[in-house]
């Protein structure tokens, strides 16, 4: 890269005076921090939306929560294409490139998240209905569905900046970023729910407006600490230039992302149904969702994390052309996963009462949120070693077979496999299949990764 000062913040793989693991653990322990601290802004909010206002609250937005996480879905994707394009350049030591990859994407989310935007606004109460929502969180659901439409075009962008940076071997960076959003979005929740120092009293937007403020705060900061620092990464006016779009380098985001994005979408949409189940119990069940959603989420970051960690440094690898490190970063990735999310499962376990009765005071939903989590928690161990190998195989921008495989692992198995135990176990049958479709989806990664995609990798680089 350019100088020195411009790579500071981030990690060198190719530097032997540490072993890979150390780098990889270097790199993993921000993006896990970020990703905790993202989970914790949202936990503290369902926590003072259930406390401070009921159970209803917490029903009404865990009922959007599968609408949100489909609007993230192709974002996702097309921000992990870029991330491996940028981690390639990175790797091949192509500055130039990083910034007209990163360009290009920035002015592509802008757009996206605008029409987002206006689209999901304008169909949000159909969307809910469309669910089953239970009839009496409704109104509140569309309030904070409409609210949170409306921040995509700040939201997207920022998503997609902390996913560049990463691409490049910075985790840093992004955690600062988010240490100021979850610190703003904790302490402007309660204050919008309270009327704290003569603020409206927002009900149930609080959280989605304390959202929008933290949110485009970090977003600002974040901007002007990388023209300080002068990151490879930050806004100049190369930068604004980029923003026009490349249709190439587009299209090569595309042809890695979209299939990613697919899956993600396919994720949702499984998430939606999931929901569909779920609601036909009551709002008592869609409240111990949103709260195993929560706990989950502590669970299953740190899963992604590893998997992302993973799918970077073998994108510098191959742009590198050091394709023998490979098989060290995958070895590396898969004891993390165990070792860390072992622990983190065990510990949920242990505390489960004390950690559900956070967000939830009523008896009977704290008992359906408890089984829920006796359930499914222990299978994410197994989800986040399909990530890694999955994570490894999109480094090198093969995608098509991990999305083929989480598709069906999704469609094929799970939703199928909830829907049928649920007539004959009720609730804890639709949990079920969580624990089923990762097995299936782990045989499946593993099969492809050592069977075919290791004896083809040397022609497999974008």
């Known amino acids: 890269m350019a100088t020195t000062a411009a790579r500071r913040p981030g990690v060198n793989i190719f530097d032997t005076s540490r072993p890979i693991w150390q780098w990889f653990a270097i790199f993993l ?16 909010s369902a926590i003072f939306l259930g406390r401070l206002i009921g159970v209803n609250a917490l029903a009404a937005v865990s009922a959007v929560f599968p609408i949100i996480f489909l609007l993230f879905a192709f974002l996702i994707g097309l921000a992990s294409g870029s991330s491996v394009l940028i981690g390639q350049a990175f790797g091949a030591k192509d500055e130039h490139r990083v910034k007209k990859i990163a360009g290009t994407m920035l002015g592509a989310t802008v757009a996206l998240g605008i029409i987002v935007a206006i689209v999901g606004d304008l169909i949000s109460p159909s969307l809910l209905t469309a669910l089953r929502t239970p009839a009496n969180i409704v109104p ?3 309030a904070y569905a409409r609210v949170i439409f409306l921040v995509m075009p700040i939201f997207f962008p920022y998503l997609a900046y902390t996913t560049f940076m990463r691409g490049t071997g910075d985790s840093q960076t992004p955690l600062y970023s988010l240490i100021v959003s979850t610190a703003l979005t904790i ?7 309270r009327g704290w120092l003569g603020l409206p009293q927002l009900g149930v937007v609080s959280a989605a407006v304390a959202g929008v403020i933290a949110n485009g705060t ?3 900061a974040l901007l002007f600490y990388l023209a300080r620092i002068r990151h490879p990464l930050r806004f100049d006016a190369e930068m604004a230039r980029d923003m026009l779009v490349d249709w190439r380098i587009l299209w090569q985001v595309v042809r890695i992302g979209v299939p990613t994005g697919v899956q993600v979408v396919m994720v949702s949409l499984a ?7 779920v609601n036909r119990f009551g709002s008592s069940a869609t409240a111990a969702y949103g709260a195993v959603n929560q706990v989950v989420n502590y669970v299953q970051f740190p899963a992604i ?3 992302i960690t993973a799918s970077i440094f073998a994108a510098q ?3 590198a052309r050091r394709e ?3 098989r060290t970063v995958v070895r590396s990735a898969v004891a993390m996963n165990y070792v860390i999310g072992g622990v983190l499962i065990a510990l949920c376990y242990l505390l489960a009462w004390f950690i559900l009765g956070w967000f939830i005071t009523d008896p009977y939903t704290l008992h359906i949120a408890h089984t829920l989590i006796m359930i499914t928690l222990w299978s994410y161990l197994l989800f986040g070693n399909s990530a890694v190998i999955s994570g490894v195989v999109r480094g090198s921008g093969d995608v098509l077979v991990p999305m083929l495989n989480g598709i069906f692992a999704i469609w094929g198995v799970e939703v199928p496999a909830a829907y049928i135990l649920m007539h004959y176990f009720g609730l804890n049958g639709v949990w079920m299949g969580y624990p089923i479709s990762f097995v299936v989806v782990l045989s499946l990664q593993y099969s492809y990764y050592h069977f075919f995609w290791k004896r083809r990798i040397h022609e497999r680089i974008v």
């Open 324 to 326: 023998d490190l490979l």
């Open 140 to 142: 509140q659901a569309d």
């Open 218 to 220: 970090a977003f600002i």
């Open 305 to 307: 994390s590893i998997g």
């Open 271 to 277: 998430e939606i149904a999931v929901i569909s189940f």
């Open 317 to 319: 690898c191959i742009g």
């Open 29 to 44: 322990i921000p993006v896990m921090i970020a990703n905790v601290l993202q989970s914790a802004s949202q936990t503290f």
């Open 187 to 193: 302490l402007f929740t309660p204050a919008f729910i």
